[in-house]
């Protein structure tokens, strides 16, 4: 099982490497401006100058789709951050006042119950789109998840033995949770967040095909692919590749996710359901 | 004292839109039958014909509806529901004699009421309500005769109420007291409404009590002798472009409602597919706000306009369907001013543009871009304009955001430097939406602009027609003078049907009266 | 069994109460208005100012929460300015097409993946195991919209097979429903089927170390029949967790799905109504949304009770 799991870590490193030292190296690899237009190149095909074609701005599809994973893994990485520390806290007040909880829980019940990407549209629509804005809405949309793996987690914690121990010799709450009970949960919430990196990802594409995400001229991977979506037979290839980059990068993370959660630990898999 | 005059001969000499020549095919017989499917891109906001000015409810309520005057093939007035139209000669008493024999949907011949009704609904809540602001009051004097008693003189009153910008239909009296929105859909059309389900298709079915105009020998624009053939009209409302193409293709879909010109060219071969070009469509623009920020400064402005390379923007926001037309009527037109000397306004000249922002002590101050995403001929043309203007040396903010949002903004007198426009239907009517755009209590450009406002008036008064397109000269010159907005080029569009509908024929919308299953 | 509906119902509550205020903090804060949507793209201020008037859109926020609560209250949940309609009724008459979608797909997902995940664990650690996986990996990891633009380019365009947009209602015409839904479901039932084949892989080979499969492979049984009748019947809870789970997003996929294939859903009644600032359909629709989510949890959280008849003690 260990070694399986390795191997299931070791492929979505290197898938997720890979997008990540393109993305990040956008700027000296790609071979061209990615929001530089040239009307007399429009829909040309792959070919030797323009590797994987140019779109309807005449504008290098490679190189829009380096500069676009930039953004994607960004507004993604931003996305998990921001929402495993907000998720973490109310996680772990939840978990730790039950007073509060029944409370605050509840208010996590009534966003979860939305359905997340809805709730992202709507949210993005109203702040007007930007990449924080996408950012702020995928938080909000995803934080009610982490706080809720989080919870458990510290429910867990909390009933272990060393806890209870600590608790009963009088140890100040604050040192208690940061000393104990905070190092029990890091590894249930990053592994839930390696899984909210892959969603946020997936979610971007689809505010940025609906229309919601970070505005033109900005390339981002689901920007491109609704920039294709109108000539997916004359110019498949716009709307194609970036697709492809994407389930790179959202499988590696998966199996980045299922490596971590199996490397840690077993038991984990009961409350990250 | 009325003096009869036939009101096309009299207002309109030889007007006529340079539109593709319409094979009327002579001696092919129509055939009855069949249920047609329309595609078109976006949904109606409504489908109270009277009550919006968008494309999609047009789509729809020109096969159900019927005005007193409408337009003809080249976009001259030409009368529908009315026989005709006696206009005194001080222009203050305008009567209508409405045609004999018209039954609404419902079975209720049409009389003087129902025109009269709708008339005064019209003017409470409909799309181009201004059109009957010089109207005092409308008189029945018996049921074919509808009376508009003007309160001040408008020549402009036929042309403003055949415009099939948000049609002034006519509809029973007893609906007209229902609210927008909330009317019943009856009218006179040559189609009665059968079926709406929003976001998927509007059904309209074939209304066998349709009187059809006998003083016409054939279709002609939205008037003329319409035959109605298809048992049921079927438009659906398919936003993805690729989806109505591929409908299309698959003969899933009859007539469509614009295809992609790239899908155009790769079609061409289809025998199963004709295409017809629509050229002029639309005026492509970059409307500005004169009023605050950057493009306040006429110098400013000027370097925007020599910033700017037209053509590119041209090429790519229409797919390379564009025609290179400065002047803001359309060439061929009554009100055309001319377009001489205007070609050294469109040329792009980054040096001068360069050198005018200098001169104009430029501090690095952010141009705000506000465009839409919804309509792609807004977004690729404020794309493409930023990344130009910033290659002339702006710092330029492209703020993408949707319609409702755009539109809010725009209307504000601060907050927005540049605003991507296409006006589609304003320019086919002629000059009054044009011209009064920029006139008025809410000018477009925010500022308002004493000469514009004195051709709007001239416009709006003047009974010669020769007087009024000297104010349409008079507005055009200013605009390029002032720099006041961007007239970018002309679009078209490229409309298309399946190969066994015969007898289509090209318009401002989808057509389906005269046309029928091979 | 009733204790517990009432319960989790009485708690759900609070849940919509908050999604409500949400819904109304929404359409407060968004720029713009349905009047400029309704009067068109080149209308004036003017026109767009008289269009507010004329829909009633001047009262103040307070007026216009205090009303729409007492609605909600009364069971109205407004009407939509657009489509001339009442919200509910707007929301009832797409939820057939969402649902069916939903349903569909993920019945195929389950069709699939169940027995692709039984598979798997019965091949454990060998290649139709590892080729299962990795395909439902990948499947999991694929944008749904973009998977359906791929299959409207291969099965309609290319192949000329399927229709590539529209919805046939199932009353009009039983093939034509299932022909017009077949693509859509396909590309939510792809990414679905990874979570579901794998709960089934990982809870089979955790069934079929327990004794009484053991037991039952002493008895002489043959291998399949262990796995299609035991190992599944004591996998059936994780499953159907997953499976629960599962509505909930495919019910999210659905409603971008519908845009790719002009489907007319939920989904694009309510995005449409944020883009156009249909403010009764954004609340009312969003109310009913979490309603029926909340009532899908409940549904899954009985099957479990029937299914796992040890777990009603608890309940």
């Known amino acids: 099982m260990r070694l399986f799991a390795r191997r299931n870590f070791l492929i979505g490193a290197i898938l997720v490497g890979l997008v990540l030292a393109a993305a990040l190296l956008a700027g000296w690899i790609a071979p061209f401006d990615p929001v530089k237009n040239n009307f007399r190149n429009r829909l040309g095909a792959p070919d030797d100058i323009y590797l994987l074609g140019t779109d309807r701005f005449g504008r290098d599809v490679l190189s829009r789709i380096l500069h676009g994973a930039q953004v994607s893994l960004r507004i993604g990485l931003a996305v998990a951050v921001l929402s495993g520390v907000m998720g973490g806290i109310i996680g772990l007040v939840c978990g730790w006042w039950r007073g509060i909880d029944a409370w605050l829980m509840r208010v996590m019940d009534g966003l979860m119950a939305f359905p997340g990407l809805l709730l992202a549209i709507a949210l993005a629509a109203t702040l ?56 029990a949960c890091t590894a249930p919430l990053v592994v839930q967040q390696t899984y909210v990196f892959a969603i946020a990802i997936l979610a971007e594409a689809v505010l940025s095909f609906v229309g919601v995400g970070p505005p033109p001229p900005q390339p981002t991977l689901g920007a491109i692919i609704a920039d294709g979506r109108d000539n997916m037979v004359e110019a498949p290839w716009i709307a194609l590749s970036p697709g492809v980059v994407i389930a790179m990068l959202v499988l590696g993370l998966n199996l980045l996710g299922d490596g971590l959660r199996d490397a840690l630990d077993p038991r984990m898999r009961r409350i990250m359901r | 004292m009325l003096r009869r005059r036939s009101f096309t001969a009299g207002l309109t000499a030889a007007a006529s839109l340079p539109l593709p020549a319409i094979a009327q095919s002579v001696g092919q017989q129509g055939r009855k039958g069949g249920d047609v499917i329309v595609a078109m891109t976006a949904a109606p906001p409504t489908i109270d014909a009277m009550a919006t000015t968008a494309q999609a409810a047009r789509n729809i309520s020109m096969h159900m509806y019927e005005s007193l005057y409408t337009r003809d093939e080249g976009a001259n007035p030409q009368p529908e529901l009315a026989e005709g139209v006696d206009i005194a000669a001080d222009g203050m008493t305008y009567t209508f004699k409405l045609r004999g024999g018209v039954k609404f949907h419902n079975g209720k011949p049409m009389t003087s009421g129902d025109a009269k009704a709708s008339m005064e609904r019209y003017a409470k809540l409909g799309g181009s309500k201004d059109a009957l602001k010089a109207v005092a009051a409308f008189e029945t004097p018996n049921a074919s005769t509808l009376v508009l008693k003007m309160g001040s003189i408008f020549p402009g009153l036929i042309e403003a109420i055949s415009s099939p910008r948000a049609p002034f239909v006519i509809v029973p009296e007893e609906e007209c007291g229902k609210p927008l929105g909330q009317i019943g859909n009856i009218g006179t059309g040559p189609f009665q409404f059968a079926e709406y389900k929003p976001d998927s298709h509007i059904k309209m079915t074939r209304y066998d009590g349709y009187a059809a105009n006998k003083a016409f020998d054939k279709r002609d624009g939205y008037t003329g002798k319409k035959t109605p053939y298809f048992d049921s009209v079927t438009i659906r409302i398919i936003t993805e472009g690729g989806a109505r193409t591929a409908g299309l293709q698959t003969g899933e879909l009859h007539v469509l409602e614009t295809l992609d010109v790239a899908a155009a060219k790769r079609l061409k071969d ?40 037209v053509e590119e923007i041209a090429a790519i926001a229409s797919d390379g369907l564009y025609r290179l037309d400065p002047a803001w009527q359309y060439p061929g037109t009554n009100y055309f001013p001319g377009d001489a000397g205007l070609d050294a306004y469109v040329k792009q000249n980054q040096a001068k543009a360069k050198a005018a922002l200098q001169a104009a002590g430029y501090n690095g101050e952010e141009l705000q871009v506000i465009c839409d995403s919804s309509i792609k001929w807004h977004l690729d043309t404020g794309t493409v304009a930023a990344e130009q203007l910033r290659a002339a040396g702006f710092k330029v903010k492209l703020n993408v955001m949707d319609w409702p949002t755009v539109n809010a903004a725009r209307v504000k007198p601060e907050g927005w430097n540049l605003w991507p426009l296409a006006m589609g239907i304003e320019p086919y009517e002629g000059p009054y939406n044009v011209v009064g755009f920029f006139a008025g209590s809410a000018p477009v450009q925010i ?40 007239k970018v080029c002309d679009i078209g569009v490229i409309q298309a049907t399946r190969a066994n509908v015969m007898n289509y024929a090209p318009y401002r919308t989808q057509r389906m009266w005269d046309c029928w299953f091979a | 069994m009733l204790r517990l509906i009432i319960v989790r119902l009485l708690a759900a509550v609070p849940v919509l109460f908050v999604v409500s205020l949400v819904s109304f903090g929404l359409t407060l804060l968004v720029p713009g208005d349905i009047a400029s949507e309704m009067a068109g793209p080149t209308a004036t201020a003017a026109d767009v100012a008289r269009v507010r008037a004329e829909l009633g859109l001047n009262q103040p926020p307070l007026e216009r929460m205090v009303q729409w609560y007492g609605g909600v209250l009364r069971g109205n949940l407004g009407r939509s300015i657009l489509l001339n309609q009442s919200v509910g009724q707007a929301v009832l008459e797409r939820l057939p097409v969402t649902l069916s979608l939903t349903l569909m797909g993920l019945g195929i997902a389950c069709l699939i993946g169940i ?104 008895k002489g049984l043959a291998e399949p029949r262990v796995y299609a009748r035991h190992v599944l019947a004591g996998s059936m809870v994780p ?23 002009s489907l007319p859903g939920v989904g694009r009644l309510v995005i449409g109504a944020v883009l156009r600032r249909d403010w009764p359909v954004i609340q009312g629709g969003l109310l009913l949304t979490t309603c029926i989510f909340v009532l899908v949890n409940l549904v899954v959280d009985l099957l479990y009770l029937w299914v796992d008849p040890r777990l009603r003690e608890n309940a």
């Not at chain 3, 309609?156 to 919805?167: A, E, I, K, N």
């Open chain 3, 239 to 261: 499953i159907l967790t997953v499976v629960g789970i599962g509505f909930g997003l495919s019910l999210g996929g659905a409603l971008v799905v519908e845009q790719v294939f």
């Open chain 3, 115 to 218: 027995p692709a995940g039984l598979l798997a664990a019965a091949k454990a650690r060998r290649w139709p195991d590892q080729v299962t996986m990795a395909g439902a990996m990948l499947g999991l990891s694929l944008p749904d919209f973009w998977l359906g633009l791929l299959l409207i380019y291969v099965f309609g365009v290319l192949l000329h097979w399927l229709p590539t947009g529209g919805f046939v209602a199932p009353g009009t015409d039983l093939l034509g429903w299932l022909r017009s839904i077949a693509l859509p479901a396909a590309s939510l039932a792809l990414t679905q089927l990874g979570p579901i084949a794998r709960m089934t892989r990982s809870a089979a080979l955790e069934v079929a170390s327990s004794d009484f499969i053991r037991t039952a492979r002493a």
């Open chain 2, 270 to 309: 289809d025998k199963g597919i004709k295409t017809y070009t629509m050229m002029p469509w639309a005026f492509l623009t970059l409307m500005m706000n004169n009023n605050w920020g950057l493009t306040a400064n006429p110098a400013i402005r000027k370097a925007i306009q020599a910033a700017l390379e």
């Open chain 1, 128 to 183: 007007g789109p930007s990449e924080s804005t996408v950012m702020i809405a995928l938080t909000v949309a995803y934080t009610p998840r982490t706080a809720r793996v989080m919870r458990g987690a510290v429910l867990v914690a909390r009933a272990q033995d060393y806890v209870e121990a600590a608790r009963s010799v009088g140890v100040r709450t604050a040192r208690l949770l940061w000393r104990h009970v905070v190092p």
């Open chain 2, 447 to 486: 500022k308002p602009d004493p000469v514009i406002e004195d051709s709007n008036k001239k416009l709006a008064t003047q009974l010669k027609l020769d007087d009024r397109k000297a104010a349409v000269k008079a507005f055009q010159d200013r605009l390029y003078d002032q720099a006041i907005a961007v």
